[in-house]
């Protein structure tokens, strides 16, 4: 049982769970209407970057696993942007610039999720685009309540908002944020999901918001063009994946950190943590010591493996994983905590059918409300996930053109027999491995259900925001005194954050329990979610 009594959702005919309430309901409509996972994921997906567009929007990019009933791998689709054909490093060098904006229209790369939606719609799903979108176009046109979530990003973001004439008009009607509870409608943005039921991705890519777009971006000094949208497209990729403790644990490759989240996962199953108990300070700081030596790959490798060469075998690998964890003293902390930043600005969901296809689906602005920059008549918020690339020379993930940034985003899921078994991902930038990696070790190490491995308490090593780069461990309220000392007695500067911070990520899960049909599912308290089902 969950710390706030909440049980699991348990069913058997389908399930959506994400971070907001009116997409899990939308996506479990579909479900409901005859349709399967993936297409309740793009309905859910779709709702989500109308209701929660501080965390995600048309305007960015998305990563999917695919599973599929009977196949005994998921299948990986790459739906995520690459920078403008006149991205050069040498044009942002002769601006003064020694890194990448992180706000406005030079931290906006090609948005990639509509393309991803239809994508996976066309290879997996059964409903047609029109369908999965109508109950987005219909929050845009009608409003919705805003959340307790969104209420607070828009009073944090109202500043980076008004710098932006058209997302003002969107986001600061009246001249201020609307607070909780107060209805927000976006007819442009509704007018726009219109246009892509009828003619498709053609018209986002090809049509006339892609000149819109392009048009907008000349008008704020951008690089993007026309054709760097044209000639946007979705991939399928081979997902790379592990064994913990029986299972087989599949992520994302690069250019995404799922390497990490791989890596993680072997170092910490040459421990016993079942034995040292969840949540003690013994079993946190071999956790967090494993992830301190397995990030430091991140700098030195991660990029566009179209441009450079990842050694993905080498960092997935059990060698590799034991080479680490002979590095690690379980009494005493021996290596800096990274100070990484983590925003926490992503949508994670899972959806799992009748028939056993499944799907973790994880899409993102980066920052909250992304680049701060609305295309004006469309409602579209871009992304400023070209904020990632950096400018110094040779760097795996130096800016160049038609490139695709390195990304914190990772869907999972845990495959038993080969069937899926555990469904999850998590918002949080760089924490997400970490997160991912408490969530698994909760259900499978100490046998939570996944909404009891959801709501429990939260550690992170190293910064929580861009603003918030502390080179500590920050455990959220819950956790007692004791692991405090624990931590701090080997070596661990530690400081608290609030019970179910946001911060600390929108973790989301459907454990599929094969013998019985059972789905059980769950959803973070720190978002605004819910899994439904039935």
Not at 220 to 229: Q, R, S, T, V, Y
Not at 258 to 279: K, P, S
Not at 306 to 317: I, K, N, Q, W, Y
Not at 332 to 360: H, K, Y
Request: glycine share 10%.
């Amino acid at each position: 049982m969950s710390r706030t009594g909440r049980p699991a959702t348990r069913c058997r005919n389908g399930v959506v769970a994400s971070p907001h309430y009116l997409a899990s309901l939308a996506g479990a409509r579909m479900l409901l209407d005859g349709g399967n996972a993936i297409d309740a994921a793009v309905a859910a997906n779709a709702v989500l970057t109308v209701v929660y567009p501080h965390n995600c929007s048309i305007g960015g990019d998305a990563f999917w696993l695919i599973a599929l009933a009977g196949e005994a791998a998921p299948r990986a689709l790459n739906g995520s942007g690459r920078s403008a054909a006149r991205a050069r490093l040498e044009w942002f060098q002769q601006q003064g610039l020694a890194t990448l904006p992180r706000r406005g229209i030079l931290s906006v790369s090609v948005p990639g999720t509509v393309a991803s939606w239809a994508e996976a719609l066309e290879r997996c799903g059964t409903l047609p685009l029109e369908r999965v979108l109508a109950p987005a176009i219909a929050y845009a046109y009608d409003g919705f309540p805003v959340s307790p979530s969104l209420a607070t990003a828009l009073e944090a973001g109202a500043e980076l908002l008004a710098e932006n004439a058209a997302a003002a008009a969107v986001f600061l009607p009246n001249g201020r944020p609307p607070r909780l509870g107060e209805v927000l409608r976006q007819p442009d943005l509704g007018r726009t999901l219109e246009a892509i039921a009828r003619g498709g991705p053609g018209e986002f890519y090809h049509g006339g918001i892609a000149r819109a777009i392009a048009a907008a971006s000349r008008e704020l000094g951008g690089l993007l063009e026309e054709g760097d949208l044209a000639e946007h497209r979705s991939d399928w990729v081979e997902p790379i994946s592990t064994t913990y403790r029986g299972l087989r644990v599949f992520s994302f490759p690069p250019p995404t950190q799922g390497v990490l989240a791989i890596g993680l996962l072997n170092v910490l199953e040459g421990f016993n943590l079942a034995t040292l108990g969840q949540g003690s300070a013994e079993a946190i700081h071999l956790m967090v010591e494993a992830k301190k030596l397995v990030y430091r790959a991140r700098e030195r490798y991660l990029g566009d493996p179209s441009h450079v060469d990842v050694p993905v075998a080498r960092l997935t690998s059990k060698a590799y994983a034991e080479e680490l964890r002979r590095r690690i003293d379980p009494e005493r902390a021996q290596f800096p905590v990274d100070v990484l930043e983590s925003p926490g600005d992503t949508i994670s969901l899972c959806a799992v059918d009748r028939w056993g296809n499944a799907v973790s689906l994880i899409q993102s602005l980066y920052s909250s409300f992304g680049s701060g920059v609305v295309v004006p008549g469309t409602g579209i918020l871009l992304q400023n996930r070209g904020a990632c690339f950096t400018l110094t020379p040779g760097h795996p993930n130096c800016i160049a053109p038609r490139k695709r940034p390195f990304h914190t985003l990772i869907p999972a899921m845990a495959f038993q027999r080969e069937r899926p078994w555990l469904v999850y991902g998590t918002m949080g930038g760089s924490l997400q491995p970490q997160v991912q990696a408490q969530v698994v070790t909760n259900v499978v190490d100490y046998g939570m259900d996944v909404q009891a491995a959801l709501e429990a308490p939260r550690w992170s090593a190293g910064g929580l925001s861009h603003d918030d780069c502390s080179p500590v461990v920050f455990l959220e309220a819950p956790f007692p005194e004791r692991v405090v000392a624990g931590l701090e007695r080997r070596g661990h500067s530690v400081e608290r954050v609030p019970a179910w911070s946001e911060a600390l990520g929108h973790a989301h899960a459907i454990r599929l329990h094969q013998d019985s049909g059972v789905l059980e599912a769950g959803a973070d308290p720190r978002s605004d979610g819910a899994a439904i089902g039935w």
